[in-house]
């Protein structure tokens, strides 16, 4: 059984060394003295600060990163490689995030790429996938993450699925505190795994964890993690309030 997952997305906050190392201190305060059996607790900060959260060592949090580059090394002016971020001693990395395809054009074929990437050099994957409130509106929403999900798995062995996390982050619910219904997060789980039992085994696809994301907070953790029976969530905004994010952690933890 794996654990369930908690995954902080700092985005690009803070805004400075001093504020980051301020956040450490309040989310290390806000740990102190508790136990998380049954969740791991991620937190991807900007990259110039990964070397801060690892070197922390806090108990019960692990590091990520935001994204990767697909490339191990070379010629390509400001990216970071996968293999980079595992020698850091970091051990996660979303990938597809929406605001990377909204902003960056990252598109299926470049996902994959990067996905393989981080499963090769042995990095956990966090894969985003979501359709926006226009394809909801023409009920296009089953098609869309299917697309989503055959791009970005092609050519990912089953063996590789226990390390990808999908998250199901509806575009319209990211940073907009407007959340789905219980029962549309249960139709999305429901539509993410028919497609993935179409495309592996069943038993290779449950190892898959499979994640709700966008606009998710202490008060709303039941209806979006906890009555759709998801593995976790990925928190955005509310994981950059440590009081907040480690009562999310509790909560799911506890449940
Ligand atoms: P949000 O962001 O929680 O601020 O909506 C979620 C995300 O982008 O992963």
Redesign the pocket.
């Known amino acids: 059984m794996q654990k369930k997952i908690v995954v902080g ?1 700092l ?1 690009m906050n803070p805004v400075s060394v001093v504020e980051f190392e301020r956040y450490l201190d309040a989310l290390e305060k806000e740990l102190k003295g508790k136990e998380f059996e049954k969740t791991e607790i991620v937190v991807c900060p900007p990259v110039v600060f990964l070397q801060k959260l690892l070197n922390r060592d806090i108990k019960n949090i692990k590091a990520g990163v935001q994204d990767v580059f697909w490339e191990y090394q070379g010629a390509f002016t400001g990216q970071i490689s996968a293999g980079m971020v595992k020698s850091a001693g970091a051990t996660f990395a979303i990938v597809g ?3 990377r395809r909204k902003y960056f054009g990252e598109n299926e074929e470049i996902i994959n790429l990067k996905l393989k990437a981080i499963l090769k050099n042995g990095l956990n994957a966090i894969l ?1 996938i979501g359709e926006s409130a226009e394809e909801r509106k023409k009920g296009q929403t089953s098609q869309v993450l299917k697309k989503q999900l055959k791009g970005c798995l092609a050519e990912i062995a089953p063996g590789k699925l226990e390390y990808i996390s999908i ?1 199901y ?1 509806p575009i319209w ?4 505190d407007k959340i789905p219904t219980s029962d549309e997060i249960l139709e999305a789980k429901i539509i993410i795994k028919k497609a993935l039992a179409e495309m592996y085994f069943v038993k290779s696809a449950e190892k898959m964890r499979l994640l709700y ?4 907070k202490s008060n709303c953790a039941e209806q979006v993690c906890l009555d759709p029976a998801m593995d976790g969530v ?5 994981s950059l309030m440590p009081y907040e994010f480690v009562k999310i952690a509790i909560l799911i933890d506890e449940n």
């Open positions: 997305n985005k995030h929406s605001e985003c998250a982050e619910a990211v940073g907009t994301g966008g606009s998710v990925l928190v955005g905004r509310e």
